[in-house]
């Protein structure tokens, strides 16, 4: 109720100011023309009666005022009519589909984001009536909801911020000097985006004036369109009081194989590793391995290299060496293959440490040669047909996560061959790095892999328990007609009652798969764009 | 006959039992499910030995299961229910369970009509006089009771009053419920609610609220007074409001008012452990709004109603009183309509007259529903912060605050729609919407910012 229809002249106002004091305190009701109904100013029951006469006018006030409510047609702003929708509507049973993963609560959310991305795919706008109950999913995951409710949920945005506000995608093109930080981080995000060189440069010139946390931020965000002429100002940054600065350019840094820093690191990487090669007659080239770990120095720190306190299991000076081939160019290991150096490394007293280094330096620059001779050499290793390997214990761990730095396809092909030649144990560990979405036709033979180790050995199926591999293979198995048969036909092998607790875990795991993978080309099938019969 | 997803989880007590019948939505728990016209079985394994027997009929739409659930229907039954709208079930024979269920339906609904066609049993007219009398005496003396209570708090004023106890209005309440005037209990019980809401878009302020409501139960106490010089109609209205209860015969003897009439909204109310369920409709010929109240003990079915969407063609009995809005059902059959649309819907301005209509016959009503046709929403400008509202050329209103709001504008996209609601003269809670030929509803007790499309 606005005060503009409070003070209507129904005379409701005065009557409820009077019947908030009480009838003791109010002054008697002054011979309104409407305060009181001349039937109730003559009715004997409220003669003497205070209280009752404030009541009757109360009533009749009321009864008045709320009779005579509503507004002009001029009070109400309407809303500017909806773009159009984007894309064609929504086929009835994808938005049924829609309701019932709403109602499903925060377990549904998988397959809520698996919903907008093939709705997407279809070129399909979420029904209407369910738009709002995805703005926390947008949160999340602007790229899946914006094209399918990005329309529809920037209008309620706007109508509901009220005429004068600025749609809401437009606040991205902002000044990233102002706001909260999460909405500067967002601008400057932005602006880096746009042109790489004008943000690094309107940085720099305020770059002093920043808090430590906001500074380590926007320097997180030079992420976007880094690029060699930003290595001086990130070199700088090295010296900043800040340790998240800090931590943030050394990590930037490293992703610049031609900064000084680069440079720094393959010196000392050149320093520890030495691969010293002698001609031996008729014996052909012998190479070994001289690893000289590196000591502690400020000029390490500064560069981000410091012996990790909590560490127990790698000594002192091998963690240096493992965070210096972490941070170091894999250009600093170009002087012999790397086959022969990953050999070379796994006879080493520090094998751990320096794969760990190659590792990390493997995955930062992306680079597929590499990972194939590490998935090659420490496959060889986890098999335990490369002599002398000092600990063969941790090498499946090494391999798979290796090959999982390989591109999907040769990752399928590999653990197709690994189906037949290795045993489940190393099977389920490479799994274990899976990427997230298989091919239809790994997906098949990974089911046929699950079903035939079930029927193996009994060692298999618990291993395939523990592993959780079958439940977990749900998300990334490409839902067709043939997988969901092939997860259909795998629980029908399992036994439907029984005693035995690994059994019934197991039923369980392939009952989520084949649901799973039902529910999955259901929801293509209703989209029309999942296969026919 | 069958039933949409939508419409199905509609029937859902609760959100957990949206959520748990979803669980039981797969085809591959079932064991032998099956359908034979409207029946449709099957069984289930759950946490007890045997597995659990549920059946459903999907024209009441009614069930029975054999688990131990306290919900109706239970998530076994929302369960098979989903199963059979994915993929119809099998047609077949229904097992014994089954049939004997569908078939005692049967023989109840035959045993009832068969009841209301016997001629009613004698009445003992004079010690039916003497228990009126003395309820007559006993809701008397409660009226003096609830008279004096109201100018005492006249007295004091309404500032002391908002920070009494809640027992001071419980003690008053509690007073007319032994005086057998339940509907004022009601009405005594509401006022401390009321007068600590907090302030919300579209609801008029506490201590107007609370002042208003003050107000209604004095016109309401004044007319109780003066029943003998109302008109039988009227009368009855008040005596409803009091909370005398409408026999079964003078129900009976009530004339039929067939139509075809749409189902626009369902709400469902817990209230001190009874579910009051209440289904709103609306004549396509006659134009009449109709209200039908059923009340179920938590645990126990609510009698099937027809829902949201579907046309109910047949006969409404309306209760005694003016304006007549409650009413029972009586012999008809629901089907789907389409398209859907909002029969009698009007301007701002007829309905507000509407409105002032019902207040003049009984000023005492609560809330009332409204029909607007082709009305848009939009903001209104308030003192403090911002409320929406819908309007037309004649006029506006504002709105309810609620989490459907957002899901309101988004399907009207600016565009006229056609609302229905409750008004209480501040501002309208919207129940049901029909834009663009479809009709959508407002989930009951969903904090969810969602509609349910009925039709």
Redesign the interface.
Known sequence: ????A?TAGDGFGP??AA????????PAAPGAPHGTAPDLALDPDLAG????A???R??????R?????????E????????AAREGRACPPAA???L??L????PSAEMRLREWCALAGAAGVSA???????L?PLREKAPELVHPVAGA??D??AQ??A??GAPPPRAREAADWTEGTPAERRAAFAAFRGRDPEAARAALQAGFKAERAEMRQHLVEAMRAGLNDSDEPFLEACLDDRALGVRSAAQRLLARLPRSRFADRMAARVAAALVVESRKRFLLGTQHALTVALPEESPELARDGVAPRSWERDTGRRAGLLRDILAAAPLRALSAHPPRLLIELALRSDFPLSILEGLMAAMRREDDHAWARELAAVLGEAAAGRLPDVKDPKPMPGLWARAAAALPAEEWERLVQESFRTRGAEAVITLLGNAPHAFSEGFSEALIRWFSATLRATRAGRQALVKSWAIGRSSQACAPSERTAAAAAALLEDLPAESADQTEQQLRNQA?GL??VLALRL?MRREFGTGERD | MTLTVEQILELAPDAPSRKAGQGQAKAASWSGPGRDGTLIWGEIKGSGAAPYRTVCDLAGPASKCTCPSRKFPCKHALGLMLVNAAAPLPAGEPPDWAAAWGKGRETRAARAETRAAEPPKPVDERAQARRQQARAARVSDALDELDLWLRDLMRRGLAAARSEPYAFWDRMAGRLVDGQAPGLARRVRALPGLAAAAPAAGAPRPEAALALGIGRLGLLLRAARRLDALSPEAAAGVRAAIGYPVAAEELAARPDRADDWAVLAQTLEEEGGLTARTVWLAGRRGGAVAQVIDFGAAGSPLPPAPLPGQDFTGALGFYPGEPALRAVFREGRAAPSSPASLPGGTGVAAALEGFAEALARAPWTERWPLRLAGVRFGRLAADEGTAYGVGDATGCLSLRAGPQLPALLTVSAGRPVDLFGLYDGTGLVPLAMVAEGHLYTLPAGDPRPILARAA
């Open positions: 109720m606005s005060g503009a409070m009557a409820l019947a908030l004091l009480g009838a003791d305190r109010a009666n205070p209280g009752g404030l009541l009757a109360l009533a009749v006030a009321g009864a005022h709320l009779a005579g409510a509503g507004l002009t047609a009070a109400l702003t309407t809303f500017p009519p909806g938005a049924a589909r309701a019932l709403l109602s499903g609560g029904p209407a009536w369910l738009l709002p109950a703005a529809g949920l209008w309620l109508v509901e009220g005429a009952t084949a649901e259901a």
